[in-house]
């Protein structure tokens, strides 16, 4: 449904469209994946795009990458209602939700300097996904907003 009034954006070749965003969401997206546009990466995002199933979203499109596991979970809570699409060579070759995991394990690190997982020691980070926000199993920690200023760095 395109006419001469609407702005689109261009498809992509290759790469991943994380559409169905929560709208206003798409700059924590983009935080998450760790893009801040240094990196000479081709990425075009729309916010606040009127959507027929959602009323209004946001999308982004990410030239050249497909998206781990792990940031597709980290993804799912702030934006729990995002659809992935990947796409080679212009076409979408793969679509799906993305699901709120029940934990996600080895990706985000615990703001309790004293957490046993920040100790330098080989114990993995583990947050316990809950309605409101994730939780450490270790100290208990609640981390309710700002998942993208946790993300673990390799
Ligand atoms: N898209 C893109 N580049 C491509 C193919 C698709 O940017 N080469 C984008 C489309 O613009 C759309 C999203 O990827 O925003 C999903 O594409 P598609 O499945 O073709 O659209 P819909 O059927 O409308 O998706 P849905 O049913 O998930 O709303
Ligand atoms: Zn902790």
Do not use: W
Not at 21 to 28: E, S
Not at 78 to 93: C, G, L, M, S
């Amino acid at each position: 449904m395109t006419d001469d009034h609407q702005l689109r954006v261009g498809k992509i070749e290759n790469g991943t469209v994380i559409d169905h965003v929560t709208g206003g969401q798409a700059l924590n997206v983009l935080a998450i994946l760790d893009i801040d546009g240094s990196g000479g990466e081709e990425i075009s995002v729309g916010m606040n795009v009127p959507s027929e199933r959602v009323g209004r979203k946001d999308i982004v499109k990410v030239e050249g990458r497909e998206l781990s596991q792990e940031e597709v979970d980290v993804l799912s809570l702030i934006a729990p209602d995002a659809t992935i699409n990947i796409v080679r060579n212009y076409d979408v070759v793969e679509k799906h939700r993305v699901e709120r995991p029940e934990e996600v394990v080895g990706v985000l690190s615990c703001p309790n300097a004293n957490c046993i997982t920040t100790a330098h020691e080989p114990v993995d980070s583990r947050f316990a996904v809950l309605e409101d926000g994730v939780r450490c199993a270790y100290c208990g920690t609640l981390i309710r907003e700002g998942f993208a200023r946790y993300i673990e760095v390799d």
